[in-house]
């Protein structure tokens, strides 16, 4: 079955202006969480959503915001950007809360902030 | 925001070689150990996983070692190959959610 589908691959930003990112969880998978991943910082949590309801949230200001649709496929949005928001942000999906662990990640978007 | 500490971030071992990562752990909630293996240009990949009712689990030459009273677990990849060479994450969740990452380890595994 297809894999996790992340949406732009590559993305470069002005600093100020906005941006979505797109995550298409594997068919059947109701949980999506968010990372930020820079080098030296490993990955870092954003939030996760499961049945479209945002259950945890990391420590990101609230510029990070996300959410899931009813087809579980999920957005997050950050608005005002800096240059420090210049990462890789993964998406990763799961059954959600059961016994069948395990992430499945995207490949990520590369965002760049100019 | 760090509640999975790893260690050593940087990793050199010579082909056949015994690559050992380590990770420390705080929230004793956790019952999910993973750990992910992550190549250049792609998403992190599972590699192998633990819980902590077990206290080591092998699958080809990935051996997880799991230390529930030190809150400590560690990865041990028994004869290193080149094609090793990557990223490695430890990390922590609690009921497949809430999955806290250590910072990464970049292991060079020379021929």
């Known amino acids: 079955k297809a894999g996790v589908t992340q949406t732009p691959r590559y993305l470069i930003k002005t600093r100020g202006q906005q941006v979505t990112l797109s995550c298409s969880p594997i068919s059947g998978h109701r949980s999506v969480s968010w990372y930020q991943q820079t080098p030296g910082q490993g990955l870092q949590f954003l939030f996760e959503y499961f049945s479209e309801t945002q259950r945890n949230k990391g420590n990101f200001p609230g510029r990070f915001s996300g959410r899931q649709f009813s087809n579980s496929r999920s957005e997050m949005n950050v608005s005002t950007l800096e240059l420090g928001d210049s990462a890789l942000y993964l998406c990763?999906?799961?059954?959600?809360?059961?016994?069948?662990?395990?992430?499945?990640f995207g490949s990520g978007t590369r965002l760049t902030v100019v | 925001q760090q509640q999975v500490k790893q260690s050593p971030q940087s990793l050199i071992v010579q082909k056949g070689g015994i690559s050992i990562i380590n990770c420390a752990y705080e929230n004793t909630a956790f019952d999910y150990f993973p750990w992910y293996q992550q190549f250049p240009g792609k998403g992190p990949a599972l590699l192998i996983a633990?819980?902590?009712?077990?206290s080591e689990k092998k699958e080809g030459r990935f051996t997880i070692s799991f230390n529930k009273s030190a809150k400590q677990f560690s990865l041990h990849i028994m004869d290193s190959q080149p094609g090793d060479s990557a990223t490695y994450f430890c990390a922590a969740g609690r009921n497949n959610n809430d999955m806290r990452f250590g910072a990464g380890t970049r292991l060079t595994v020379k021929p």
């Open positions: 633990i819980r902590p009712d077990v």
């Open positions: 990763a999906s799961s059954t959600g809360p059961s016994h069948d662990y395990g992430y499945t």
